[in-house]
């Protein structure tokens, strides 16, 4: 999702950037042990973990790299291992799959929403956290496209969730299912060990009449997640969305 040109795009780049930075430059470490607790630095009080979300203007965030992060800002998915398999016919046609060694499954998720408040008129920072659990944990993630540009007014792509991740264990290993709608695109290095294969990927879009339409995520859903889902700010409640990331660990 590209962002329209405004006079505060600088500002709000920067403010962006500061935030998606501190997260890609945590240290790289083996994260398929337990899930690591919360670890943040903030100017004001950090949020402890699967409580009521706060807002907080800014923060820095340390967490250990997760296997799957996704951002929206124009799509991105950074993951472990990943390697395409069979297609198939279903709306998520792209199947996408990584092996670990070892019994682990979905464990944490947390969500991070930057964007502008209507209410206060600053940039803020919004955190969930959720812990799941059982062998049907799932992460859906739905996306909707601008209407026309410039417009501001967005809808669902489908009623379908464009995005899947799950994991499934069989002989001693681990599996990670990555489903999607569109097949992943420029494919490029991301942090990497002798071990594990670290890579970003790109959805490519292709929403809207031309196909050009701007999209970003609309609804996070956690199958299997102790708590309320998480619920992004609305339009009501924020003047202008800069990105929503979904980070997502193993236990």
Same mark, same amino acid.
């Given at each position: 999702?590209?962002?329209?040109?405004?006079?505060?795009?600088?500002?709000?780049?920067?403010f962006? &950037?500061s935030?998606? =930075?501190s #997260?890609?430059?945590?240290?790289?470490?083996?994260?398929?042990?337990?899930?690591?607790?919360?670890?943040?630095?903030?100017?004001?009080?950090?949020?402890?973990? *699967?409580?009521?979300?706060?807002? #907080?203007?800014?923060? @820095?965030? &340390?967490?250990?790299i997760?296997?799957?992060? @996704?951002?929206?800002?124009?799509?991105?998915?950074?993951?472990?291992?990943? %390697?395409?398999?069979?297609?198939?016919?279903?709306?998520?046609?792209?199947? /996408?799959?990584?092996?670990?060694?070892?019994? /682990?499954? #979905?464990?944490?998720?947390?969500?991070?929403?930057?964007?502008?408040?209507?209410? #206060?008129?600053?940039?803020?920072?919004?955190?969930?956290?959720?812990? $799941?659990?059982?062998?049907?944990?799932? %992460?859906?993630?739905?996306?909707?496209?601008?209407?026309?540009?410039?417009?501001?007014? /967005?809808?669902?792509?489908?009623?379908?969730?464009?995005?899947?991740?799950?994991?499934? =264990?069989?002989d001693? *290993?681990?599996?990670l299912?990555?489903?999607?709608?569109?097949?992943?695109?420029?494919?490029?290095?991301?942090?990497?060990?002798?071990?594990?294969?670290?890579?970003k /990927?790109?959805?490519?879009?292709?929403?809207? *009449?031309?196909?050009?339409? $701007?999209?970003r995520?609309?609804? %996070?859903? $956690?199958?299997?997640a102790?708590?309320?889902?998480?619920?992004?700010?609305?339009?009501?409640?924020?003047?202008?969305?800069?990105?929503?990331?979904?980070?997502?660990w $193993?236990?």
């Amino acid at each position: 999702m590209k962002q329209h040109n405004s006079p505060k795009k600088s500002s709000r780049r920067s403010f962006t &950037k500061s935030i998606a =930075s501190s #997260l890609a430059a945590a240290p790289f470490v083996a994260a398929y042990g337990p899930s690591p607790q919360p670890d943040a630095e903030a100017t004001e009080p950090a949020i402890p973990s *699967n409580t009521t979300p706060t807002i #907080l203007s800014p923060m @820095i965030f &340390k967490d250990h790299i997760p296997p799957f992060t @996704i951002s929206d800002g124009s799509l991105e998915i950074e993951a472990h291992n990943l %390697v395409r398999g069979p297609d198939t016919s279903g709306h998520r046609k792209y199947k /996408y799959t990584g092996n670990i060694p070892g019994i /682990y499954s #979905l464990g944490r998720v947390k969500l991070i929403a930057i964007y502008e408040s209507a209410h #206060l008129g600053t940039n803020v920072v919004e955190q969930w956290d959720r812990d $799941l659990s059982g062998q049907d944990a799932a %992460v859906k993630i739905s996306l909707e496209y601008e209407t026309s540009s410039g417009s501001g007014r /967005y809808n669902p792509v489908s009623t379908d969730p464009q995005i899947l991740i799950a994991s499934a =264990s069989d002989d001693g *290993n681990t599996r990670l299912i990555f489903e999607i709608d569109k097949k992943l695109e420029d494919e490029r290095p991301a942090h990497t060990t002798s071990e594990y294969q670290r890579k970003k /990927y790109r959805h490519p879009g292709g929403y809207g *009449n031309d196909g050009k339409a $701007l999209f970003r995520i609309s609804k %996070v859903e $956690l199958v299997g997640a102790t708590g309320l889902n998480p619920q992004l700010p609305s339009g009501g409640e924020h003047k202008e969305r800069y990105k929503v990331i979904v980070m997502v660990w $193993l236990k």
